[in-house]
């Protein structure tokens, strides 16, 4: 990535003041991709607390969901002990899938999260979902090559299917839509809502630019009606959370509130009323037992995943809702990418525990892309 790509990259809005946490500074102003025309009622620094804690809390969540992706939960507790200590990112276990990952480091979740972000700057805030898929091929087949990558790894089935359609970088959603159709209309896998949390950040203020932004992104690759309410109901909530919509006087959210709200707005997507019941159950679902992240064969329904984050979102402690998640397997990381983001703008980046903050590895490359 030349120079001149790097300075687009770079926030044009004036630095904001420090709020003296781990995860922002006094140099740092409203993250790249977030609207400065976005109206909040939060104060100037509780916004950029929850801005940072969005993206922070992803790459997090992803980088700790590493540790036992793919494993069932009795596996992960057996791994890391019964007593399920609290986990850091130096334990990954040494196995062949996490050898590939530098201790530290996120996974496909967030570096096409990342590209989203990219795709928006390089288009001045217009979704083009052409331009997206161009990125998302790229990194496909190099990776971010200034992080040593020599591919993207981790990418899932569905997403290798559709961008290997003829027609993908002339007409993303067809390409998709063919693939779906091919399946049986079958495939409702969580490749769409694994990444697109910095959408509900972006133009936070106009749900409605929201909405239209995270449909046109997950068709990309995810066309199933089920993968675009997932994505809908996970940006919708972090919008409104940012917006301080249902903030109570303590500075806590009606979390409950947040996700009615979410919920309505995503069931707009739907069009049978058996849809909509099917996506009440995993998003007021309050038992991480009964979601079974580590169901076998279904381990990526695009609910699932959905459901982790929504759980995450009603609880107020970021590690232990992360670990609780981690401890679940399954496709951890996805799920805790996206608890990560909903719960990290809940909470904001000073409620992100330093190791785990301060550990990522690329941690100084994301700043790079998205403060000034």
């Given amino acids: 990535m030349g120079d001149a790509t790097r300075k687009k990259l770079k926030l044009e809005q004036e630095a904001g003041t420090s709020n003296g946490d781990a995860g922002t500074s ?11 025309n976005s109206m ?9 607390d929850r801005l940072y804690g969005t993206i922070y809390g992803n790459c997090i969540g992803d980088a700790i969901g590493l540790l036992t992706e793919f494993m069932n939960k009795t596996k992960a507790i057996s791994v890391y002990g ?6 850091e990112y130096h334990m990954k276990h040494k196995d062949r899938h996490r050898g590939k990952f530098d201790t530290g480091d996120w996974t496909d979740d967030s570096d096409q999260m990342i590209l989203i972000l990219l795709s928006l700057i390089d288009n001045k805030g217009k979704m083009e979902p052409v331009d997206y898929a161009l990125k998302l091929k790229t990194w496909s087949r190099n ?5 040593g990558d020599k591919t993207g790894m981790g990418m899932g089935s569905t997403t290798r299917k559709v961008l290997h359609h003829p027609q993908f970088l002339e007409d993303p959603h067809k390409a998709a839509t063919d693939v779906w159709e091919y399946s049986g209309r079958y495939l409702a896998p969580n490749g769409g809502v694994m990444r697109t949390s910095v959408l509900g950040i972006h133009d936070f203020g106009n749900i409605d630019a929201v909405i239209s932004n995270t449909m046109a992104t997950c068709k990309v690759t995810h ?4 993968c675009i309410a997932s994505c809908v109901a996970v940006t919708t909530a972090i919008a409104m959370m940012l917006q301080g919509k249902h903030l109570k006087y303590s500075r806590d959210y009606d979390v409950e509130a947040v996700i009615k709200d979410a919920y309505k707005y995503a069931c707009k997507t739907l069009e049978t009323t058996a849809e909509a019941e099917e996506l009440k159950k995993y998003m007021f679902c309050t038992s991480l037992d009964d ?19 929504f759980w995450a979102l009603r609880q107020n402690d970021f590690r232990t809702a992360l670990e609780a998640i981690a401890y679940e397997g399954g496709d951890a990381d996805t799920n805790g990418a996206v608890a990560g983001a909903l719960l990290g703008c809940k909470l904001g980046s000073s409620a992100l525990p330093p190791t785990w903050l301060k550990g990522l590895k690329h941690k100084g490359w994301l700043d790079g892309h998205i403060t000034k």
């Fill in 82 to 87: 019964r007593q399920r200590p609290h986990l």
């Fill in 291 to 309: 979601l079974q992240l580590d169901e076998s064969v279904k381990i990526g329904y695009t609910y699932k995943c959905m459901g982790a984050g």
């Fill in 223 to 226: 066309v199933d009606p089920r």
């Fill in 26 to 36: 006094a140099k740092q102003g409203i993250p790249a991709g977030a609207s400065a």
């Fill in 40 to 48: 909040s009622s939060l104060g100037h620094k509780v916004l950029l």
């Fill in 143 to 147: 990776g971010f090559k200034e992080l």
